[in-house]
């Protein structure tokens, strides 16, 4: 498979519409790939708190249709990243959407673990309920959010769930880069898939981002990595070395705690 992760800038000078008409012509510009993947908030930025009210959007709103018809123009399937949601009930969450290579929404995944502790996000949206996996005709995808990564029995259950292929949308901060290196390459090593985590660069809100999206094989290894700007990194990678992985080394057979709950004492 060809991917084409989009680490694209949020630049607080730069209006949203720009910056959605900026990001679908960047999927349009990948052509040839077969999946596309965008970071997370990438339209209002992940520490912009201030501006979640004002920019949140129905499910089926300007990102959803922007990003359908970039998806069908390339011709790729495109994670296109996350954006704040505005429910029926008015309750804002960070919903990430999949689109088809026609243009159809195939999945959308609403944030489970929201950051922020007692402020930003964590006080201001809704959690997400439910694992979310997206058959591609080459593999599965099992779609997290940023802080999503630092919990592993979520990543265990998409891949319980058929995943072989992990993707992170993510808007992580320059001082924790350290742990986002760590925590992509041991969600690969552990569940022994590939693991594709992009993330946003500049600064907004303050908050310098960590940009360094990363591909990780099943054996933990790094297939290629981004600098800190904006960029499109592009990557090759052959999904059956999943199924090979964990045939070779079968570490998943001997799991013996979460298939059942454990017998305590």
């Known amino acids: ?6 680490q694209i800038a949020v630049d607080p000078d730069e209006s949203v519409n720009a910056r ?3 990001a679908a012509s960047l999927v349009e510009a990948q052509r040839g790939a077969d999946l596309v993947v965008l970071p997370e908030l990438w339209p209002v930025g992940a520490f912009a708190y201030a501006d979640f009210e004002d920019e949140a959007e129905p499910l ?11 998806a069908a123009d390339a011709g790729v399937w495109l994670h296109a990243g996350s954006f704040v949601e505005r429910a029926p009930d008015g309750t804002l969450f960070n919903t990430s959407l999949v689109f088809t290579p026609e243009g159809e929404r195939a999945a959308a995944y609403r944030k489970i673990h929201r950051f922020g502790f007692d402020k930003g996000e964590a006080v ?3 959690a997400g309920e439910e694992l979310v996996t997206v058959a591609l005709p080459q593999t599965t995808l099992g779609l997290a959010t940023c802080y999503d990564l630092r919990f592993p029995e979520m990543f265990r259950g998409l891949v319980d769930a058929g995943a072989g292929t992990l ?26 898939s590939y693991v594709l985590a992009v993330g946003t660069a500049g600064t907004h809100a303050g908050v310098q981002q960590a940009g360094h999206s990363i591909v990780v094989d099943p054996w933990g290894e790094v297939l290629a990595e981004a600098g800190a700007d904006e960029e499109v990194l592009g990557v090759e990678f052959d999904p059956a070395r999943v199924a090979a992985t964990r045939e070779q080394f079968p570490a998943l057979k001997d799991r013996r705690l979460g298939l059942a709950p454990p017998r305590l004492r």
């Open 60 to 70: 089926q709103g300007p990102t959803h249709d922007i990003m359908a018809k970039a």
């Open 167 to 192: 993707i992170v949308a993510a808007g992580w901060p320059e001082r924790r880069r350290a742990h986002w290196t760590l925590l992509v390459q041991a969600r690969a090593v552990e569940n022994q």
């Open 20 to 22: 959605r008409q900026r």
């Open 1 to 6: 498979m060809r991917a084409s992760l989009i």
């Open 124 to 126: 201001m949206m809704g």
